[in-house]
């Protein structure tokens, strides 16, 4: 397919499925082109090689991973630290000490800071090559592999009210970024429950508070609330940020248009 100026391509991975979006640099909803589902790791080049169906050489591809195939935390960085080896072994002990394994088999990657915590995540190695083999055979420019919740942030960051905590919900999961002075302080997610609603949603942001030894925030930014969070007469206010995607959608579609403004 020939390329207009300002296409793009995004590809949204669930943990079994697969969906690409084209999007517009200058404004536009995003074009669900396909979906694909695959049955293990080792069969996404052959997935996308259907999705694709050859006709996108060349064209910049950016892929958006759902969260559950992700591990995030955050590191403090070492007392007088200014080597970047120094934050990526404190990044690695940080891994270790959460999830009980060396990180080995994922690629690391983080926000490095030695003056202040950072955002680190985990993306399984094998995954990574596993769609960059992908992505080459099509002959397709590889831009980036973002976790949703990156890509969310990134996207929404300028929009972040203060003192407002940060949070996306995605395939009945909701991913929360806790902030203080401005500055985000943890990763938490959690499945919801049989029947969330907005009463479970201030006990959860109260025992996270807890947990983090944090005040419970007053405000949360969230992508893709649903309606009956809104506006609720609890202490903490809810309002979002944006939409999941249009009507009908499935999770992974969702996933490939995530952080795109487009």
């Known amino acids: 397919?020939?390329?207009?100026?300002?296409?793009?391509?995004?590809?949204?991975?669930?943990?079994?499925?697969?969906?690409?979006?084209?999007?517009?640099?200058?404004?536009?909803?995003?074009?669900?082109?396909?979906?694909?589902?695959?049955?293990?790791?080792?069969?996404?080049?052959?997935?996308?090689?259907?999705?694709?169906?050859?006709?996108?050489?060349?064209?910049?591809?950016?892929?958006?991973?759902?969260?559950?195939?992700?591990?995030?935390?955050?590191?403090?960085?070492?007392a007088q630290t200014t080597r970047l080896a120094d934050l990526e072994a404190a990044a690695a002990l940080r891994f270790q000490r959460l999830y009980g394994e060396p990180a080995a088999d994922w690629i690391v990657r983080a926000g490095w800071d030695a003056g202040q915590p950072f955002l680190a995540a985990a993306m399984p190695r094998a995954l990574l090559a596993a769609l960059g083999q992908g992505a080459a055979m099509q002959h397709m420019k590889l831009v980036e592999i973002v976790p949703q919740f990156v890509a969310l942030l990134n996207r929404c960051?300028?929009?972040?009210?203060?003192?407002?905590?940060?949070?996306?919900?995605?395939?009945?999961?909701?991913?929360?970024?806790?902030?203080?002075?401005?500055?985000?302080?943890?990763?938490?997610?959690?499945?919801?429950?049989?029947?969330?609603?907005?009463?479970?949603?201030a006990e959860h942001l109260a025992r996270e508070a807890l947990r983090l030894n944090l005040a419970a925030p007053n405000r949360l930014q969230l992508w893709g609330a649903p309606p009956t969070w809104l506006g609720a007469g609890t202490t903490t206010t809810t309002t979002t940020l944006g939409s999941p995607g249009a009507a009908g959608w499935t999770q992974a579609a969702v996933l490939a248009a995530s952080g795109s403004a487009a």
């Open 157 to 201: 960051r300028g929009e972040l009210a203060a003192g407002a905590w940060f949070g996306t919900l995605h395939d009945k999961v909701l991913t929360l970024g806790a902030r203080e002075g401005g500055l985000l302080v943890a990763v938490r997610a959690q499945a919801l429950p049989a029947a969330p609603g907005p009463l479970w949603l």
């Open 1 to 78: 397919m020939r390329r207009r100026f300002g296409q793009g391509l995004r590809l949204g991975v669930a943990a079994s499925a697969l969906a690409l979006v084209q999007t517009r640099r200058w404004g536009g909803p995003a074009e669900l082109l396909a979906e694909q589902p695959y049955a293990s790791v080792g069969a996404l080049p052959d997935a996308l090689a259907a999705l694709l169906g050859g006709g996108y050489a060349g064209w910049p591809l950016t892929i958006v991973l759902s969260d559950e195939l992700v591990r995030m935390w955050q590191v403090t960085p070492p």
